[in-house]
């Protein structure tokens, strides 16, 4: 009976921590992750300066100079960029030209019966896809606006956190491989699971995110594509999802070049989108994703998908690793009842 009153004492306790830390647990996480990824930083600033607390303070400025501040000038030009984008398609103009251009185009094939409809409401549709673009740019920089305050504060807790899993990091795991039932073999599983998976699932969206981002961006500018780098910070994001990618930007893209009477840049957009920036994700992804985290690219496909749809943003790396982790304890599974199988 006391065995379960401590038990369940701890279960229950447990879980109103978890309810009591659940708002910051983002900054938890991602602070866990920033740790790991530059633990050699950290390490390499410990051999000259052996104050913990002021090397885990030198790492964490440069955790906020390497990381963030670069994010924030990339964070103010998107602002900037998307606000003239709103202002060119608010205008309407092009956006009328260039749906007369479709329809147009679309009336000597093989769908002109099927788009009587479009092509007799053109003007409204025009209309009716400036006001969506609109609203949704406008109240994507309204939320920046009056979230700015609660990103900062957990901009603060996430660092906070940092510099002391950077000073205390070594206490901490020591902490819990003290308390954890399963032994040390399989918590160095553990940690090097997440430790290869989050690292993978980093280098991979970096590496690919960063040079489709980069290809498609110079392509829509030398296309003349409005908003070059907008599309550009699409496609690196949506670069997160593998087997679709930004092959849902550039493509439409294309298709609408041809459409409306631009074709040489239809089909660089076509050939540098096929042959580059879709061959990069096919040939890096499994080699920098199944190595890292050692799991089928089937789960790599849902784990991600699943992780962005639970968790946001941050389930993009969550998914992979809770995938790897499950995978690690059915490797322990296996280690633990081979024996025993092999034994009987």
Not at 48 to 66: E, N, Q
Not at 126 to 141: G, Y
């Amino acid at each position: 009976m006391r065995t379960v009153i401590f038990f369940s004492s701890i279960l229950i306790l447990f879980i109103v921590l978890l309810y009591l830390i659940r708002p910051f647990i983002y900054a938890i996480f991602w602070a866990a992750v920033v740790a790991i990824l530059l633990q050699p930083i950290n390490k390499f600033i410990n051999r000259y300066i052996d104050i913990p607390a002021v090397s885990s303070l030198i790492s964490v400025l440069l955790v906020i100079v390497i990381i963030f501040l670069p994010l924030f000038l990339l964070s103010v030009l998107l602002v900037q960029q998307s606000v003239q984008l709103y202002v060119s398609f608010s205008q309407g103009d092009s956006i009328i030209t260039n749906v007369k251009g479709i329809t147009s185009w679309l009336e000597n094939s093989p769908l002109a019966p099927y788009i009587q409809d479009v092509s007799a409401q053109w003007t409204q549709y025009a209309s009716s896809a400036a006001k969506t673009i609109s609203l949704f740019v406008f109240e994507n920089i309204k939320n920046i606006t009056q979230n700015s305050v609660k990103f900062v504060f957990m901009l603060f807790i996430m660092l906070y956190t940092l510099y002391f899993f950077f000073k205390d990091g070594k206490k901490i795991a020591k902490y819990f491989s003290f308390i954890s039932p399963i032994g040390d073999r399989y918590e160095l599983m553990f940690y090097e699971k997440f430790r290869n998976t989050a690292i993978a699932t980093l280098k991979t969206t970096l590496i690919i995110g960063g040079l489709q981002g980069t290809m498609g961006g110079l392509l829509f500018w030398a296309t003349g594509v409005k908003g070059a780098f907008v599309w550009g910070v699409i496609m690196v994001t949506l670069s997160l999802i593998p087997a679709l990618g930004s092959f849902v930007i550039w493509f439409p893209t294309a298709m609408i070049m041809l459409a409306t009477g631009n074709v040489w840049q239809g089909i660089v957009i076509l050939i540098v989108g096929t042959f580059l920036i879709s061959t990069i994700d096919n040939l890096l992804r499994p080699v920098l994703v199944g190595k890292g985290t050692e799991l089928h690219p089937l789960i790599v496909l849902f784990s991600t998908l699943g992780g962005i749809v639970l968790f946001g943003i941050s389930g993009f790396i969550i998914g992979p690793i809770v995938a790897s982790l499950f995978m690690a304890m059915m490797s322990i599974y296996a280690h633990y009842y081979q024996d025993e199988l092999q034994n009987n």
